[in-house]
């Protein structure tokens, strides 16, 4: 049985990446503006609203009660597995599982022919047919989740990246995104608004609490992620954040784009 990366990785429960549950009103945009201390053109504005939704979505896969540890899913999966071939041999059939691909199980129920066999099928051939289709499902879930779980690392990656999303925003129009400790005389308005911004955002998506934290978040940012521009950060926020790409290929796509020369663009 294929084994998880560690015990401190998950993986989602969802069938797919939740939505933003806010929209920023007329007035949050008057705060951020005094926090940013800048004026924030529409542009910019909906740069801002993509990162947040995009961060408030998959953020929300990684979120306690959307994520599963991967051992215990595996472990579960594996489990049910035997115990439906323990429920075929009483059927009579042959206790055994084939690892099914997505389509495979798909084309096995689509289809005017396929309808018509299966409204024909006796209750109990009809319950081995899904009862097969499921065990194969499971099975491609067993091989499949190595590959696409989160790491405990993942989580604190996608608010980096939703940070670095807001800086290369601001930036646009001259907003300054320095993060300075609260020892120093003054405070850091990016630091400020980053807070303002993160108040509005779901729970699950809440990382850096504390200005001070904040300060190292978005200088840890910069160091893990200031070199991509908004297309990588956006694959890597969509991708990996979402498992449907893993780092290796994130790499290669990053690296790529920098040796095409591409500049900064929009998303």
């Not at 081995?128 to 696409?148: N, Q």
């Not at 290369?168 to 300075?180: F, I, L, N, P, W």
């Not at 405070?187 to 904040?214: I, N």
Request: net charge positive; with cysteine; glycine share 10%.
């Amino acid at each position: 049985m294929p084994r998880s990366k560690g015990d401190g990785s998950k993986s989602s429960i969802r069938v797919r990446p939740g939505t933003s549950v806010h929209r920023m009103t007329a007035k949050n945009w008057s705060d951020l503006e005094k926090h940013f201390r800048v004026s924030l053109p529409g542009e910019v504005r909906a740069k801002i609203e993509v990162a947040s939704d995009c961060y408030a979505g998959i953020g929300k896969l990684h979120s306690p009660k959307e994520s599963i540890n991967t051992k215990t899913a595996i472990k579960a999966l594996d489990a049910w597995i035997k115990a439906s071939g323990r429920f075929q041999i009483s059927l009579g059939k042959k206790s055994s599982v084939a690892k099914l691909s997505r389509i495979e199980i798909i084309s096995n129920l689509c289809g005017e022919g396929k309808r018509k066999s299966l409204e024909k099928m006796s209750p109990l051939g009809f319950f081995g047919l899904m009862l097969d289709l499921a065990m194969g499902a499971a099975s491609t879930a067993i091989a499949e989740i190595p590959g696409r779980e989160f790491g405990p690392e993942i989580k604190g990656d996608m608010w980096l990246v939703w940070v670095r999303l807001i800086v290369v925003a601001v930036s646009q129009v001259g907003a300054k995104t320095t993060a300075s400790s609260s020892n120093l005389a003054s405070e850091s308005s990016f630091v400020e608004g980053v807070l303002y911004l993160q108040a509005l955002l779901p729970d699950y998506c809440k990382r850096f609490k504390t200005y001070d934290s904040v300060v190292k978040g978005v200088q840890l940012a910069r160091k893990k992620f200031g070199h991509a521009d908004e297309f990588v950060l956006m694959g890597t926020m969509m991708g990996l954040g979402s498992g449907v790409i893993d780092k290796e290929l994130l790499s290669k796509l990053s690296d790529l784009r920098h040796e095409l020369g591409a500049g900064k663009t929009g998303y």
